[in-house]
Structure formats: structure tokens, C-alpha cells
């Protein structure tokens, strides 16, 4: 499956964003997504998941609260609405489609990521 991501881009601490990752090439619904983000000098790390079905979902204790994932399946289409922005949200983000997990070695395809600047 191919994935594009978009929506990044500066943004004032306490200010929102809404990032999209639009999937083709394969049935989006058969694939669980995530969001994983990396800051400069940083590992890739776990943002956010959500099932095939968009029930469930997980996140990080650091985005927890403020950041809301969801799916629409009719568009092939993976959110992650961000708000409550702080600097240290600063990275870019890609989205994965995969399995349900945690870890990126869980996710068979990436998107080419997405830059999200938060000025303090």
C-alpha cells in the first residue's frame, strides 16, 4: 500500500493541526495504522495506533489528551488531529499501515513523513 501523508506545518505552542495519510494501492481496512514521529538527533517513536475497524485506539502517555486519532475506511484516509501543541512535539511524523502495535517493526509500509514545527 502506498501512503501519503500532509497537513504538517508551523504552528504556535497551544495551537492544532490536523494531519491526513491517504493510503492506496491495497484494501486500507485490512490494515491497522499508526503514527510515529522523529525529531532531529532522536529515534522514531510511537505517536499513536488505531484497528482496522477504528475502535480501538492507543497512544502515547506524552500525546495522550491532546491528540486523537481516527479512520475513515470509505476514504482510505488515516487523521491525527494535534492540539495542545508544544515545542517538544516538534518532528516529523509518517504514518505506517500494519499491524496493531507499538513498535515500528510492527508496520510493513511508511509514508514519506510530514514536518511539524511548533514555536514557543
Known amino acids: 500500500v502506498q501512503l501519503q501523508a500532509s497537513g504538517g506545518g508551523l504552528v504556535q505552542a497551544g495551537g492544532s493541526l490536523r494531519l491526513s495519510c491517504a493510503a492506496s494501492g491495497r484494501t486500507f481496512s485490512n490494515y491497522a495504522m499508526g503514527w510515529f514521529r522523529q525529531a532531529p538527533g532522536k529515534e522514531r517513536e510511537f505517536v499513536a495506533r488505531?484497528?482496522?475497524?477504528?475502535?480501538?485506539?492507543s497512544y502515547a502517555d506524552s500525546v495522550k489528551g491532546r491528540f486523537t486519532i481516527s479512520r475513515d475506511n470509505a476514504k482510505n484516509t488515516v487523521y491525527l488531529q494535534m492540539n495542545s501543541l508544544k515545542p517538544e512535539d516538534t518532528a516529523v511524523y509518517y504514518c505506517?499501515?500494519?499491524?496493531?502495535?507499538?513498535?515500528?517493526?510492527?508496520?510493513?509500509?511508511w509514508g514519506q513523513g510530514t514536518q511539524v514545527t511548533v514555536s514557543s
Open positions: 488505531i484497528g482496522r475497524n477504528g475502535i480501538v485506539t
Open positions: 505506517a499501515a500494519g499491524a496493531y502495535s507499538s513498535r515500528s517493526g510492527g508496520y510493513d509500509f
